[in-house]
Structure formats: structure tokens, C-alpha cells
């Protein structure tokens, strides 16, 4: 449990310092627009996917800059905390992204398929 909250400690701090280094602002309207739409989700990984398919190179470009920015953080938590980025990036969806997930928006639990909450 204390790795778990160290982990979380660390991916809140570099969110809430950082946030322009994470992802530039017109990333994020992109992707809340996606959201918003149903095209993009949270996953259980801590990373965005597309809950369908789009043509859209825009969204693409802002979902794989989000996606960076938080594989940077993850690595950053990892390596603070002696994990694996993946264990990062979980304990990241569950105790942060996850309740950041609006109503209507769309998520995908480990070993689930696409939810609208």
C-alpha cells in the first residue's frame, strides 16, 4: 500500500506542477472534445485510447502527445518508486484518471471492453 501511494504522491505532484508539460492545452481540448464525442477513453493502463476508430489526424496527434507526456510521468514514478511504468501507470488510472472520468465519457477496466460511466 505505501508503494502504491508514493506512486500516486509522485503522479500528483508532476500533474499539479507541471501541467503544460504534460500536454499543451490545445492537445487536451482535442482530446476532452474526443471524450465528449465518445471516441476517445481512459484505459486501466493510465493511458488514452480510441473507444472507435477515427480519421481524425488532429485527435490522433493529441491523444498520442497526452499519451507521451503521461509515459514520461510514469517513468518518473516508476523510477522514484522502484516499480515497473506499467504498475506506474495503473495505480496512476486508478487513483487519479479514474475518478477525473466524466459522466458519459467512456473507459476500459483491465481485461474489460469499453464502459460509458
Known amino acids: 500500500m505505501s508503494d502504491r501511494f508514493n506512486i500516486t504522491a509522485a503522479v500528483l505532484a508532476a500533474l499539479a506542477m507541471t501541467p503544460a508539460a504534460a500536454y499543451a492545452m490545445d492537445a487536451k481540448s482535442a482530446v476532452d472534445a474526443g471524450k465528449a464525442a465518445g471516441i476517445v477513453g481512459e484505459q486501466a493502463d493510465g493511458f488514452l485510447g480510441f473507444v472507435k476508430p477515427s480519421s481524425d489526424s488532429a485527435l490522433k496527434a493529441a491523444v ?54
Not at 72 to 85: D, F, T, W
Not at 88 to 113: C, D, H, L, N
Open 64 to 117: 498520442d502527445e497526452i499519451n507521451q507526456g503521461r509515459a514520461a510521468l510514469y517513468r518518473q514514478a516508476a523510477a522514484k518508486n522502484g516499480v515497473s511504468v506499467e504498475a506506474a501507470g495503473a495505480s496512476a488510472y486508478t487513483t487519479v484518471v479514474q475518478a477525473r472520468i466524466k459522466p458519459g465519457e467512456f473507459y476500459k477496466p483491465a481485461g474489460g471492453g469499453w464502459v460509458r460511466k
